[in-house]
């Protein structure tokens, strides 16, 4: 899978939404204006993203909601994903569940063992609404279905439970991003 930046364009950097806002708990509406403002969007994700030092954005993390998500990201064998997804949809989750540290760029500086699958599949379509279907594996795996989660009103903090949710919530509380 090789797309990624539309080539010729720049973005910018936008605010990070942090968790608190409502933005990262309201389901994200579906894209059906296909317009030249959906690849300026992509292009902001992208700058956004590298600028946070991420490997994925969704862009209700940018207060945009609006179902789109960008990734820069390797798998478990270094291979790098580069692209976007708009519309996304979780088709598919198996293999092995892994508690692994997962962290976000709405919670900066934070991170807690939370489960996923080590195998996902997504459909989608890109900015010029052609269909696309990525096979993720590993850590690529995991940052699929984080972004969907996204998309669907989710973060990973939702998903942590007991005393890690407890731990969690904790250090969100003390952070300096909070104050």
Excluded at 128 to 136: E, L
């Amino acid at each position: 899978m090789r797309q990624g930046p539309i080539p010729g364009a720049h973005g910018r950097v936008r605010p990070l939404t942090l968790l608190g806002d409502p933005h990262l708990h309201t389901p994200c509406t579906e894209v059906t204006d296909f317009g030249p403002e959906l690849s300026p969007l992509v292009e902001d994700l992208f700058t956004t993203m590298y600028a946070a030092q991420g490997v994925g954005l969704a862009a209700n993390q940018v207060g945009v909601p609006f179902r789109v998500f960008v990734f820069d990201c390797p798998d478990d064998d270094d291979v790098r994903h580069l692209g976007h997804v708009v519309n996304p949809r979780l088709v598919e989750t198996d293999g092995v569940v892994i508690r692994g540290p997962e962290g976000c760029l709405s919670l900066p500086g934070l991170e807690a063992g939370t489960e996923r699958y080590d195998h996902a599949v997504v459909e989608g379509v890109t900015t010029t609404g052609d269909p696309i279907t990525i096979h993720g594996t590993g850590f690529f795996a995991r940052c699929l279905q984080h972004e969907c989660d996204h998309v669907e009103g989710t973060v990973y903090a939702d998903r942590v439970k007991g005393w890690r949710h407890r731990r969690l919530m904790r250090q969100a509380a003390r952070a300096s991003w909070r104050r």
